[in-house]
């Protein structure tokens, strides 16, 4: 359904101010890899198609056969799905990591300088700097990206950030019930912590099982590999290691401890994260905002199966918005308005 301009006005009215509401109570923010896609980060079908072309490369004969399996699977299925279908032996999955890291880092980097010369290129800087303006001293940030976008939108903001690791070129971990501070002429800083449950291209372990932050690093040296988790069976088990393991219970006690919740570019596809929104949106009925290229599936069903009483969520659609709300589940069409972007967001409801 496409409605007029005039129609679209007085409809918009209580739209933003429901995502005003939202942001209000100092959400916690849910990133997915839509919101970095935007940005020059590969997404999935992208890392897909780099793993299928970079993996037999270095494929050993006695996994020859099980990659040729995979390979029928993603045929039909999805990334995740046909990881699940075809476990991966230790040697291939450590390599579709490796192979990962390869992948992700240098688009991370190249973000990086492009945000060096266009510091105000990056809209989630300015979302920080609306929800610092209140008495409000930490952000939570609950993200299954590699990259480091949020990170770089603090820096540019001029917020401190904590990931789990402390600061430095060795960033050691940190016990995060201690929570790290940051004070500035004996007054603490405003912080962004940011729970990067999947890992981090800046993450490493060593061979003795150490854990690292090595953000200058731009390849592994011999005898560290990164600390990321990709798709597949092989998550479940990885994320039981550490540092998985306290960073989800970080991610847990934030999600828990939330008001409110804004989503960006997350496809509501993760176990570590679904479970907790969804008793948060659907029994505790907490407000929540949604923001994507593309609504998946899983964001549909979780919104739109009667059980979410309080959300606006947004999608592109043509050269507009499709606008999703509990009295408007089929959605509606918003001609000439880009409200799925979170900068045109901002710019229209703030």
């Known amino acids: 359904m496409t409605i007029s301009k005039k129609d679209t006005n007085t409809l918009l009215e209580p739209t933003y101010r429901f995502v005003q509401e939202c942001l209000s109570s100092v959400p916690v923010i849910i990133l997915g890899s839509g ?53 991966l032996g230790p040697f291939l999955t450590n390599l579709v990591i490796r192979k990962t890291w390869e992948y992700i880092t240098p688009a991370d980097r190249q973000l990086l300088a492009q945000v060096v010369e266009n510091p105000s290129m990056l809209p989630l800087s300015r979302l920080y700097d609306y929800l610092f303006h209140s008495t409000h001293k930490r952000l939570s940030i609950v993200t299954t990206n590699y990259d480091r976008l949020a990170e770089y939108a603090a820096d540019v903001a001029g917020y401190a950030w904590a990931s789990g690791f402390g600061y430095g070129y060795i960033g050691y971990r940190y016990n995060i019930n201690q929570r790290l501070s940051v004070f500035l002429n004996q007054v603490q800083t405003r912080m962004v912590e940011i ?98 290229k593309q609504l998946t599936n899983s ?36 001609e000439g308005l880009n409200l799925w972007s979170l900068g045109e967001l901002l710019e229209k409801a703030l």
């Open 35 to 87: 919101h970095s896609a935007a940005f020059g980060i590969p997404g999935m079908e992208k890392l897909t198609q780099y793993l299928r072309t970079e993996v037999p490369k270095d494929i050993k004969d006695d996994d020859r056969s099980t990659w040729n399996k995979f390979e029928e699977a993603i045929k039909v299925l999805p990334l995740e799905d046909a990881l699940h279908k075809v476990p």
């Open 195 to 292: 729970w990067k449950v999947h890992g981090s291209v800046d993450w490493f372990r060593a061979l003795n099982g150490s854990l690292f932050s090595l953000p200058s690093v731009t390849s592994p040296q011999e005898g560290f590999t990164p600390v990321i988790v990709t798709p597949g069976i092989d998550k479940y088990r990885r994320t039981h290691e550490e540092p998985f393991r306290t960073i989800i219970t970080g991610a847990d006690h934030a999600i828990d401890s939330g008001n409110s919740f804004f989503c960006i570019g997350y496809g509501f596809n993760d176990e570590h994260i679904q479970p907790k929104l969804l008793e948060k949106c659907c029994r505790q009925e907490k407000s929540i905002v949604v923001l994507a």
């Open 299 to 334: 964001a549909k069903k979780v919104l739109l199966d009667g059980r979410c009483k309080r959300f606006v969520a947004f999608e592109e659609v043509g050269n507009g918005t499709r606008l999703f709300t509990p009295d408007y589940q089929e959605g509606l069409v918003l």
